[in-house]
């Protein structure tokens, strides 16, 4: 007897799709929107800047103005700006225990369906 499993209803399959969908965006936007990521640059701008005192050849002046930048002004706190690597225990913390958490969390689920599974496929029955 061939295993047949369970039929998923289309609207079920479109919801799965739509939650998944709308996970997936969120985890990659909600960090943006919070301002963890990405906007941790504090520029230290130049006072009347030049192309050489931002260290700029003639070169990287030319990709500038292939961006619509030509005075250097306009890039000085582009240029300047440097990440800021400070460090949280707190944030350490909390990253651990949701990661953690969730491949907990993860691995129980699945115990739970792949059981489900054998126990659909072959029975109860003990060997």
Same mark, same amino acid.
């Given at each position: 007897?061939? /295993?047949?499993?369970? &039929?998923?209803?289309?609207? %079920?399959?479109?919801?799965?799709?739509?939650?998944?969908?709308?996970?997936?965006?969120?985890?990659? /936007? #909600?960090?943006?929107?919070?301002?963890? *990521?990405?906007?941790? &640059?504090?520029?230290?701008?130049?006072?009347?800047?030049?192309?050489? *005192?931002? %260290?700029?050849?003639?070169?990287?002046?030319?990709?500038? *103005?292939?961006?619509?930048?030509?005075?250097?002004?306009? *890039?000085?706190?582009? #240029?300047?700006?440097?990440?800021? /690597?400070?460090?949280?225990?707190?944030?350490? #913390?909390?990253?651990?225990?949701?990661?953690? %958490? /969730?491949?907990?969390?993860?691995?129980?689920?699945?115990?739970?369906?792949?059981?489900?599974?054998?126990?659909?496929?072959? %029975?109860?029955?003990?060997?």
């Amino acid at each position: 007897m061939a /295993y047949e499993p369970p &039929k998923q209803s289309f609207a %079920g399959q479109i919801f799965d799709v739509i939650t998944l969908l709308v996970l997936n965006i969120g985890a990659l /936007y #909600i960090p943006l929107y919070l301002g963890l *990521a990405g906007a941790a &640059k504090v520029p230290d701008p130049i006072p009347d800047p030049t192309w050489e *005192a931002l %260290g700029q050849n003639a070169t990287e002046q030319q990709q500038w *103005a292939a961006l619509g930048i030509t005075d250097p002004a306009a *890039a000085n706190d582009i #240029i300047t700006a440097r990440f800021d /690597y400070s460090f949280s225990w707190a944030s350490l #913390i909390v990253m651990a225990v949701l990661v953690i %958490g /969730y491949f907990v969390m993860v691995v129980r689920l699945s115990d739970r369906e792949y059981r489900e599974v054998i126990e659909e496929r072959f %029975g109860t029955e003990r060997h």
